[in-house]
């Protein structure tokens, strides 16, 4: 399996301010026919399944605010969110769909400093 | 609008049989461009992919739970289902249905909570 390790854990940001989420995966989920990396990122509040916000990496889903990019390749990849608003409050997972499991990170917990 | 909603017992007996149904609306399930899964979250804890199946019954499986899972796929109905058997305390959690594809997991159902316990 590959494994997904987010860091930090939990991260408080100031309202306006940026905050950076990492993911590293135990291997490459880059698939280089098509250089496609096959890594997503997800927002969870509270009560409610997760969402969709970036997909190869650095696509943003339909409708999400552009205050959301994703960047990275091969094993290390980075979620910032730029003027953090208090709806960002929840927790963030990236997932690799590489490979079969599609594992999961952690989760990385976002609040308001 | 691609809805997909969850259906089944909200407390089952250990050793017994999880079964649940995903219902999809919007989209035919027999869409070839994507797979219909299952995922978990225990209470207050992370996300944990269970498997999927594609629109032709190709099924995939975590190696954790593989000896212990089914998914299969009733195009008629426009449902998939999960069987998840011998269940424990374990297996207690937020049970999800998804659509995933070449661009990540895009719909999920709202969830069901699914405890086991005597």
């Known amino acids: 399996d590959i494994v997904m390790t987010q860091s930090p854990d939990s991260l408080a940001v100031s309202l306006g301010e940026r905050a950076t989420i990492s993911c590293r995966s135990s291997?490459?989920?880059?698939?280089?026919?098509?250089?496609?990396?096959?890594l997503a990122w997800y927002q969870q509040k509270p009560g409610q399944p997760p969402k969709l916000l970036i997909y190869w990496a650095s696509t943003r889903e339909s409708g999400v605010p552009d205050r959301f990019s994703g960047s990275g390749s091969g094993t290390d990849f980075t979620l910032t969110i730029n003027s953090l608003q208090a709806e960002d409050v929840a927790v963030y997972y990236c997932q690799q769909y590489y490979s079969n499991p599609h594992t999961f990170g952690q989760g990385t917990k976002l609040e308001i400093k | 609008q691609l809805q997909l909603q969850e259906s089944g017992p909200g407390l089952v007996k250990p050793s017994e049989t999880l079964s649940l149904t995903c219902t999809v609306s919007?989209?035919?399930?027999?869409?070839?461009?994507?797979?219909w899964g299952w995922i978990r979250q225990p209470p207050g804890k992370g996300l944990e992919w269970i498997g999927s199946?594609?629109?032709?019954?190709?099924?995939y499986y975590n190696p954790s739970l593989k000896s212990r899972v089914t998914i299969s796929v009733d195009t008629s109905k426009n449902q998939f289902s999960l069987n998840l058997r011998s269940v424990t305390a374990a297996d207690t959690a937020v049970y999800y249905c998804?659509?995933?594809?070449?661009?990540?997991?895009?719909?999920w159902g709202q969830g069901t909570l699914v405890t086991v316990s005597s």
């Open positions: 998804a659509r995933s594809g070449v661009s990540g997991t895009d719909y």
């Open positions: 291997q490459s989920v880059l698939y280089s026919s098509i250089n496609k990396n096959y």
């Open positions: 919007g989209d035919s399930i027999s869409s070839s461009n994507y797979y």
């Open positions: 199946i594609s629109y032709s019954g190709n099924t």
